[in-house]
């Protein structure tokens, strides 16, 4: 069973995202002119979506005429991130532009793919006919959530994060990783993948600074914020409601301390947020698995 997670979860997504880092930093380097802000970051949402993809395809016996939510959502969170790659974004901070107004359409579909994500994310069926109450709040929490922790990394990318704002977006995918691994197995094996895909992206990005790979956040952000409403439903546990709010907004959470510090150093911004983004994680894994982490193991009989 190890041997399997280990293949499936951690060594498969690895491999996929590496290739397809390559192929980035191929055609980042070749002399075609034409599409050198968009192919790269583009190339990056097929990986990321390829790897995240091959875990579940290895792991779960799909019955494609029964599939769950959780196992569908990963259409439209790859759809919108592939459009959202592919229109303009909003330069560097300047005076002189709009970004409101000049890129209203990115954001219209930053709009809808979020809401297309909560609205497949609802697990539906017999079985989930006592939860359809709280479809309606949970949908809402979802594309309400995407869409704030988008725009609060956005905002650190214009403001010379582009290097880095992945590793944010891969700190607000750990949490709901850990609310999957207190809920449902096969949901947090997923999780594990969609973090080693992300953090080989997260370091691409880093040391390609140019090639717009970065530009990924928004898918995973989407499948954050999808994953733990999914871990809310199929959770026995209960959590109290502030616990997932922070969950869905750890992203924006690490981001307001660079709101004070966009003028500053980079290692003292990143150092910051890294801080936060720990000392955040730590609050809510112990409110996750404090619990079951200081239990007393059962006598075996």
Request: charged share 10%; proline share 5%.
């Amino acid at each position: 069973m190890e041997t399997q997670i280990l293949l499936w979860s951690v060594m498969t997504p690895a491999i996929l995202s590496l290739a397809f880092v390559i192929g980035a930093w191929a055609f980042q380097r070749s002399k075609l002119t034409v599409g050198q802000e968009r192919v790269p970051a583009m190339l990056a949402v097929l990986g990321w979506s390829s790897a995240v993809a091959a875990c579940m395809l290895a792991r779960q016996e799909l019955d494609w005429s029964a599939l769950e939510s959780w196992q569908i959502v990963l259409a439209p969170i790859f759809v919108s991130s592939l459009l959202l790659v592919g229109c303009s974004w909003a330069p560097a901070k300047d005076p002189s532009i709009d970004a409101k107004n000049h890129f209203g359409f990115w954001w219209l579909v930053a709009g809808l793919g979020s809401i297309a994500t909560a609205m497949w994310t609802m697990p539906t069926g017999d079985g989930w006919t006592d939860m359809l109450p709280l479809h309606r709040p949970w949908m809402a929490s979802v594309a309400g959530a995407t869409l704030i922790n988008i725009w609060s990394l956005d905002r650190m990318r214009r403001n010379g994060a582009a290097s880095w704002v992945l590793w944010v977006a891969l700190a607000g995918l750990v949490a709901p990783t850990l609310l999957a691994a207190s809920a449902y197995g096969g949901l947090a094996e997923w999780m594990v993948s969609a973090l080693v895909a992300t953090f080989v992206f997260a370091i691409a990005a880093s040391l390609m600074s140019k090639s717009n790979i970065g530009r990924l956040f928004p898918a995973v952000l989407l499948l954050a914020a999808s994953t733990t409403a999914t871990g809310r439903f199929y959770t026995y546990e209960e959590h109290p409601a502030w616990l997932y709010g922070l969950i869905l907004l750890l992203p924006t959470c690490i981001s307001i301390p660079d709101v004070w510090l966009k003028n500053r150093p980079t290692f003292m911004r990143v150092s910051i947020a890294v801080a936060f983004a720990v000392i955040l994680l730590g609050v809510i894994g112990w409110f996750l698995l404090g619990d079951a982490l200081l239990s007393e193991p059962t006598e075996d009989w």
